[in-house]
């Protein structure tokens, strides 16, 4: 690791470690932090030679100089009128396809991390609590939870968030507590130069909690480059429900690396989303899934549409522990240009986990020639009365499809369009708010319109 | 209304179609026929445009336009409509979106407003009507799971839907069975008007026994051989194509 040493990022990370570590909370806080900045020095950032980042050259993007602050104080009159304006102009991309159908989302708005109530429309108190991270400290559940769903052995990125993440927020949903509509989380970035940004979220839904949540990124459209490196830890209670929605959409010079771990009880549910458009330069997702418990279901459903030389990672892995586990992954991807993306799909079924049901599929087409996808499914299975699966295509468009829909007066554009947004139907048909499958679609069909 | 002329193409170096001449005119109906291998089927996707198909001689004319220069979506918006011998399968994309966006983007090209929710409905209605469609069907992904027969009669609903000048019918009779073949042939014969012709591809007189045509054309290694009228295709039926290839080469 003596090159990463020399690398400005890796130098101003210790610097600003040695100051966050003296401001932080409680000493087991402390402690916790530099346990994780440990690991993170013997580990340094991953290298191709790490088998978990074969085919993600993650160096490049960290060659930048990013600062480690961003804006944290109150926003000035000014930038709280461009973060209104981005806000505004997000809502209207994405609740006109809410119109008439759907009485809308709750809405959660943060800059750069911290919460800004004024452009939020937040539920009741009594349906969900929303905290700054920085604020939920002495919450019990944050004690019971925090630190302990994500995996950071092995996991440089993720051990560098523990050790120095910014904030983020603390989402929990009482026991029994329904939440009636969708909460829409727009995350909205904005950076005076490029930055390293690192939030930190934990969601706990007690038990027979249900909630709905759709995340957004936004940005303004500066060239400035901006690396956000998240994690996020879910306890999913006993008979509790959450579907978690998550849309990358971006811009270049914008670089994600997210882990996104679950932590599951008996008759829950977690179902995640995620879904890649172009913009962002890289996008690396890591999620992971623990079912530690028995009699209960997680559905991964993916989707990533990629263009220019754009690079899209999914890390899966699904640990089923206990018995009569559920889950279902199914992937897709899209490739157009010089694009890459990158399926690695685990799954572990331990040696109590009987009767477990677990399949994976991913299917991936590529539009271009110099597109390409490296997909990895893996199964390793302890116990021996499961039923378990997985498979992964690569294709090229259907030729002959194409030619039908053209010779009926339809043009290229609108017929690759058509075909994808048919290839992608397994995955949107899975979304169960009807106005962000409309949205979704939507994004595809304006990329497929200009891009392919 | 369609002028071919001199007409040489083929795939990949090979040619297949070597010289070919037809004048079609408005109202027209013409059969084409010839055994295994003659061009019939090349002849369809040259006229719509099928990408691996080289065109290196002749020219083809829709009145008085180019076909040979436009995409295979141009085509079909100048009116040419190609009954597919194997429609294709599409999971996915509904069966009535596909039409309703042909059907605008055919508007679209000659300059109409789209065409609204409302008129798209009852015009589909009419349409399924005429032509005996299946309404189920009609809201399915595009000939997903469809048997042959409801193939065929989907290609038989749209050309219906999309008015073309020109529907070249590429053996729509094959895998037919004889009450499917009846219902399509209706369908044929009711869209039949003195604005827009056909081509009909068959191996079998028996499809031209319910569409009766005005000519019948004998294809044979690329070549229009010999041309008559709906007699000559019961005389193929009796006594096969060698006779013809002999006089051919006579």
């Given at each position: 690791m003596i090159n990463q040493l020399e690398t400005p990022l890796y130098e101003s990370i210790a610097a600003k470690f040695e100051i966050a570590s003296l401001q932080s909370g409680d000493e087991q806080l402390r402690k916790l932090r530099r346990d994780a900045f440990e690991l993170f020095k013997s580990l340094g950032f991953p290298s191709i030679r790490n088998e978990e980042w074969k085919y993600t050259n993650v160096q490049p993007f960290l060659k930048e100089h990013y600062e480690l602050e961003v804006i944290r104080q109150e926003?000035?009159?000014?930038?709280?009128?461009?973060?209104?304006?981005?806000?505004?102009?997000?809502?209207?991309?994405?609740?006109?396809?809410?119109?008439?159908?759907?009485?809308g989302a709750y809405r959660l708005v943060t800059v750069n991390g911290r919460i800004n109530e004024r452009l939020s429309v937040l539920p009741d108190e009594s349906a969900v609590r929303i905290l700054p991270f920085s604020a939920a400290e002495h919450e019990p559940a944050f004690a019971r939870y925090f630190g302990k769903i994500a995996t950071l052995k092995d996991n440089a990125f993720a051990a560098l968030n523990t050790a120095l993440y910014n904030d983020g927020l603390y989402i929990e949903a009482p026991a029994k507590a329904v939440l009636d509509r969708p909460l829409h989380i727009i995350n909205v970035l904005l950076a005076g130069a490029n930055v390293f940004v690192q939030p930190r979220h934990l969601f706990v839904l007690q038990p027979h909690a249900s909630m709905e949540v759709i995340e957004t990124t936004i940005t303004d459209q500066d060239q400035q480059h901006i690396f956000v490196n998240s994690v996020t830890e879910i306890a999913v209670g006993e008979n509790a429900r959450f579907h978690h929605y998550d849309i990358q959409t971006g811009r270049k010079g914008m670089r994600f690396v997210q882990r996104v771990e679950a932590l599951q009880s008996r008759h829950s549910n977690y179902s995640n989303y995620t879904f890649t458009l172009p913009g962002a330069d890289f996008v690396r997702n890591n999620l992971a899934i623990h079912l530690n418990d028995a009699d209960l279901e997680s559905h991964l459903y993916g989707l990533y549409l990629t263009a220019g030389s754009q690079l899209a990672d999914n890390h899966t892995e699904v640990h089923h522990k206990m018995p009569r586990g559920e889950s279902n992954q199914l992937y897709k991807g899209v490739l157009l240009d010089q694009s890459k993306a990158v399926f690695n799909g685990k799954i572990f079924v331990y040696e109590d986990a009987q009767k477990t049901n677990a399949f994976q599929q991913s299917n991936n087409i590529l539009f271009s020639d110099k597109a390409s996808v490296n997909a990895k499914p893996q199964l390793e299975i302890f116990a021996d009365d499961v039923k378990c699966s997985h498979g992964t295509t690569i294709g090229q468009i259907n030729k002959d499809a194409l030619f039908y829909l053209q010779s009926r007066g339809i043009s290229e554009a609108a017929a690759k369009n058509m075909m994808v947004n048919a290839f992608a139907f397994d995955v949107t048909e899975k979304i169960k708010i009807p106005a962000l499958r409309t949205y979704l679609e939507r994004l595809i069909t304006a990329h497929m319109e200009t891009g392919a | 209304m369609l002028s071919i002329k001199d007409l040489h193409a083929g795939v990949e170096e090979k040619?297949?179609?070597k010289g070919l001449n037809l004048e079609v005119k408005p109202g027209e109906v013409h059969a084409i026929m010839g055994p295994n291998g003659a061009g019939k089927s090349s002849l369809a996707s040259v006229l719509s445009g099928r990408p691996n198909y080289e065109v290196t001689g002749g020219s083809i004319t829709l009145d008085?336009?180019?076909?040979?220069?436009?995409?295979?979506?141009?085509?079909?918006?100048?009116?040419?409509f190609l009954a597919f011998q194997y429609p294709i399968e599409i999971p996915g994309v509904s069966n009535i979106n596909f039409l309703r966006t042909a059907l605008n983007e055919i508007r679209a090209y000659r300059g109409e407003e789209p065409m609204s929710a409302k008129e798209f409905l009852a015009l589909s209605k009419e349409k399924q009507k005429l032509v005996e469609f299946d309404a189920k069907l009609v809201n399915r992904s595009l000939n997903e799971g469809f048997s042959g027969g409801e193939k065929k009669r989907n290609e038989i609903f749209q050309l219906a839907m999309l008015e073309p000048k020109l529907a070249i019918l590429d053996e729509t009779d094959s895998g037919l069975d004889i009450d499917a073949l009846r219902i399509v042939s209706r369908g044929v014969n009711k869209l039949r008007s003195d604005k827009n012709a056909f081509i009909i591809i068959t191996h079998y007189q028996r499809l031209l026994d319910y569409i009766v045509p005005d000519f019948v054309h004998v294809l044979s290694d690329g070549r229009i051989v010999k041309t008559g009228d709906k007699n000559l295709a019961l005389e193929l039926e009796e006594k096969g194509y060698d006779w013809i290839r002999e006089e051919a080469v006579r």
């Open positions: 926003l000035s009159a000014e930038e709280f009128d461009k973060t209104a304006a981005l806000v505004a102009a997000h809502l209207e991309d994405v609740q006109h396809s809410l119109k008439g159908a759907h009485k | 040619e297949i179609l008085g336009k180019n076909l040979l220069d436009m995409s295979p979506e141009d085509r079909a918006r100048e009116g040419v």
